[in-house]
């Protein structure tokens, strides 16, 4: 049996090893990773703060989880078509480009959520400062 195919608890743990270095490598190296893991950390301390319901919750870090996999995809795409393209050519852009699309649709996705979830617990929170 080849070495790479082995199957096994070392295998295994392996391999979320690879997973928490892509993660590393991602948030080293791109800004947007940066920018949305910040984002993610305060719309959660806001979240806290104004004691958003669980199920709200549940929609937030689905809003989060799918923006932070669609950067990570992104990145991913950019790096395999620099490895392969590096000289600019319509396809090489037609894939960066889309990659970047998805990272731009989740992000939309993210913000309605956002309003959804935070609108009447910040009109709540504004007309008791008014009061």
Same mark, same amino acid.
């Given at each position: ?38 984002? !993610? ?60 699309? !998805? ?29």
């Amino acid at each position: 049996m080849p070495k790479n195919t082995a199957v096994g608890p070392k295998r295994f743990w392996k391999s979320f090893w690879y997973a928490a270095q892509g993660l590393r490598q991602a948030f080293r190296t791109e800004m947007n990773m940066k920018v949305h893991t910040c984002l !993610a950390i305060v719309v959660l301390l806001f979240a806290a703060l104004l004691h958003i319901p669980p199920e709200d919750w549940m929609l937030l870090l689905l809003a989060i989880t799918l923006v932070l996999v669609a950067e990570l995809i992104n990145t991913a795409i950019e790096s395999v078509v620099d490895l392969v393209s590096p000289e600019v050519h319509p396809l090489a852009k037609a894939a960066k480009d889309t990659a970047a699309g !998805a990272v731009f649709l989740a992000a939309v996705f993210a913000v309605i959520a956002g309003i959804y979830v935070f609108y009447h617990p910040v009109i709540d929170w504004i007309t008791a400062l008014m009061s």
